[in-house]
């Protein structure tokens, strides 16, 4: 089995990638197995509502958000965080400029293709 590594071991070497006016990500590192992502939002950016095969564990670095998962819906600010089931759809609402630190099982093959 091969396994795929990030280009750079160290975040501060990666660049952002703008996916929409007002949200972009950094990929930290990633394996076949894990995969770490920054992502920068500003206030009143919808994280649009989706599922993916992927075990995901957020972190609330920064800001505000109002959280969907599945048929719930909380308000989440720094240091809180949150764990997403494989297939569950889930987005978000950034409420005031803000930063997720999100975790993925596997990597987000998507995020580097």
């Given at each position: 089995m091969?396994?795929?590594?990030?280009?750079?071991?160290?975040?501060?070497?990666?660049?952002?990638?703008?996916?929409?006016?007002?949200?972009?990500?950094?990929?930290?590192?990633?394996?076949?197995?894990?995969?770490?992502?920054?992502?920068?939002?500003?206030?009143d950016v919808i994280g649009d509502l989706h599922a993916h095969p992927h075990v995901q564990v957020s972190y609330v670095a920064e800001g505000s958000f109002?959280?969907?998962i599945g048929d719930e819906t909380q308000i989440l600010r720094k240091g809180d965080g949150f764990y997403i089931k494989p297939d569950t759809i889930h987005g978000v609402k950034c409420l005031e400029d803000?930063?997720?630190?999100?975790?993925?099982?596997?990597?987000?093959?998507?995020f580097i293709s």
């Open positions: 091969t396994t795929k590594q990030a280009p750079y071991q160290f975040s501060s070497l990666i660049a952002e990638e703008q996916i929409k006016e007002g949200l972009s990500r950094q990929i930290f590192g990633y394996d076949d197995q894990v995969m770490m992502v920054k992502v920068f939002f500003k206030k109002e959280v969907y803000g930063i997720l630190v999100d975790v993925f099982n596997p990597l987000r093959e998507d």
